[in-house]
């Protein structure tokens, strides 16, 4: 009884923090119905409701939502959630608020997959695979450099870092001897990411990663808070601390490179916003976790929809990231500093 | 019933032995204090027997069961250890952190459920942090993180405790703060070992101690009988004199004053 006198007296737990974490998860709905009026040709509601749900409605308007919308939302909702919640997950393990979801090289191995399949003419589903296949390549081979020496944070981070510069390298590589009409801007966009390109065979690749991914991370998320106190502390608390980083990475790694193959490079999403989750329901990854999920989704929604509509042609998403991701990164921290430090 | 090791030898590089040979020993309801220089041994010592290192000799077992029949969590369940600082990354709250103490209880999959809630609230109010609960853990002064950690180890449920010292850093009211916690954990059945560089610390806290130079036992046994000024000289290299009186005694280094 005592027990539960005692936590009622602070509204903002458990009862009011589990409603913003579930609200977070159901803000990505609203916001996909209200982007699927947007586009070059806008849409009213009853249409798009009836074109979702059966309804009468002209067959161009039906192929258009169902055809073309849907599927690029679906992908920018489940891009966005992929990389927060790696992201969110990749902080805590690394014990780093400043890590993201390319920090083991993902993003570079991605690209340097699909610039590889641009150059061998490989189509848009070569393109897919072999972004993932380098995705993986590059976080394998950056844990596994890691693990040989030591398998610390720090050496882990560090091959990271080392892989990444390595992959970029090989783009680079790849880009110079691309064909400097067709292929070599079509890797440059690629890796400006952009979710134009994206149809229905695309989603069931990434929606089959997401759900292993999200699911698996989601079951973790109590855990992964252990993994965030000093490798002593976890141990003594009865973890297996390298089982349960390997499996986060493997997690993490296997959520970035769905999302990167499909969307390309999309940079800050999983920087900024597992720290706007921390901001809004605090590092308990319990709900930092689903909370990220959810704004991750929301965001690049918002973002996708920016980069859709505002100009004629489509602006890159990795630029938009950058250019409203930075800003709100730098208030964030002076938010932080002002406050007189200790990450949230 | 003890938390007991025996001939443990350890060495962070080969033949490089931090330890050699230690056995040590806490039953329940005593407060052991291990003393000795900077690089003796003593926060190795403690590692090895939470389970965070595993010595290269040499056994521990608890309450009869060796490590080596234990899993981790079962482990856990038995011992729990107290850093000097929590070292989270994230500002989590008092109440999150000491929540993290019901890991060896919840399943890998799980999530701390009422029950846990209520080991958490029992083990606050044991040291007196009931009203910080939603406070978060680095805004507190250092006493009081040292106290939100032992509350960990009390969620844990583990009948021995193992503190990297307790005393360190705070001031004169918050190390008698911290170890007046300790001492009563004790008495109500708790096994303590506590590393400390303050052998007051054990005169006025300890039921035993354990001098150890260069990883091995220098002197044990009740901190009043053991300590001596010779022995602490033995221990620290520095001379150490006694102060008796009013039926307390101390020691303070003997040298130049000013």
């Known amino acids: ?344 | 019933m003890s938390l007991v090791g025996r001939d443990i030898f350890y060495a962070y590089s080969p033949e490089k032995y931090v330890l050699s040979g230690v056995s040590i020993t806490v039953e329940g309801g005593e407060v052991l204090f291990l003393l000795g220089a900077n690089g003796s041994g003593k926060t190795t010592l403690l590692e090895c027997l939470c389970g965070v290192r595993f010595p290269q000799a040499g056994e521990i077992s608890v309450d009869g069961l060796p490590f080596s029949v234990l899993s981790a969590r079962e482990r856990a369940k038995r011992i729990a250890y107290v850093p000097q600082f929590p070292e989270a990354a994230f500002a989590y709250t008092v109440e999150e952190m000491v929540l993290f103490g019901r890991a060896p209880h919840v399943g890998p999959f799980g999530r701390p459920g009422k029950k846990d809630h209520e080991k958490v609230e029992e083990a606050l109010s044991q040291v007196g942090l009931e009203n910080l609960r939603a406070r978060p853990v680095n805004t507190l002064s250092g006493g009081e993180r040292r106290l939100v950690l032992i509350a960990r180890g009390l969620a844990q449920e583990a009948p021995y405790l193992l503190l990297d010292e307790p005393d360190a850093h705070l001031d004169p009211a918050n190390q008698h703060r911290v170890l007046s916690v300790v001492r009563a954990l004790a008495r109500k059945g708790l096994g303590v070992v506590a590393t400390t560089h303050n052998p007051n610390s054990a005169l006025l806290y300890g039921q035993k101690v354990i001098l150890l130079r260069t990883g091995k036992i220098l002197a044990e046994g009740d901190p009043y009988r053991v300590l001596s000024p010779e022995i602490l000289r033995e221990a620290y290299g520095i001379p150490f004199q006694l102060l008796d009186g009013a039926g307390a005694k101390a020691f303070i280094p003997h040298v130049e004053r000013g």
């Open chain 1, 1 to 344: 009884m005592r027990a539960l006198r005692g936590r009622a007296e602070h509204t903002f737990w458990p009862v009011g923090r589990a409603g913003l974490v579930l609200g977070l998860c159901l803000l990505p709905l609203p916001i996909l119905f209200a982007s699927l009026l947007l586009g070059r040709m806008g849409l009213g509601a009853r249409d798009v409701w009836a074109s979702l749900f059966g309804g009468a409605v002209p067959e161009t308007v039906r192929a258009l939502v169902l055809r073309v919308r849907l599927p690029r939302l679906l992908a920018a909702a489940l891009v966005g959630a992929n990389l927060a919640v790696s992201g969110a997950a990749f902080q805590g393990i690394f014990r780093n608020p400043l890590v993201e979801s390319r920090i083991l090289g993902v993003s570079a191995g991605a690209g340097f997959g699909a610039a590889l399949a641009m150059v061998l003419r490989s189509g848009p589903a070569g393109i897919q695979i072999l972004a993932f296949a380098g995705g993986l390549l590059a976080a394998g081979l950056a844990v596994t450099l890691g693990s040989a020496f030591g398998g610390g944070i720090l050496v882990l981070v560090l091959s990271g870092v080392l892989v990444s510069s390595f992959f970029s390298s090989l783009v680079s590589l790849v880009k110079y001897f691309a064909d400097p009409y067709v292929q070599l801007p079509g890797i440059t966009f690629w890796l400006m990411g952009g979710l134009s390109a994206v149809r229905w065979a695309d989603i069931l690749p990434l929606a089959v990663a997401s759900a292993i991914g999200l699911g698996g991370l989601l079951l973790l998320r109590w855990r992964l808070n252990l993994l965030t106190l000093s490798e002593a502390e976890a141990q003594s608390l009865g973890l297996s601390v390298r089982r349960l980083r390997f499996l986060t990475v493997a997690l993490g790694t296997l959520l970035t490179a769905a999302a990167v193959s499909v969307s390309g490079v999309v940079g800050w999403v999983g920087l900024i916003v597992p720290h706007a989750a921390r901001a809004l329901v605090g590092p308990d990854h319990l709900f930092l976790i689903p909370a990220s999920a959810g704004l991750g989704a929301a965001v690049l929604l918002l973002f996708d929809n920016i980069a859709r509509t505002t100009l004629p042609t489509e602006i890159p998403l990795d630029i938009l990231t950058g250019l409203i991701g930075v800003p709100v990164f730098f208030l964030l921290f002076m938010r932080q500093i002002k406050r007189g430090g200790g990450w949230r």
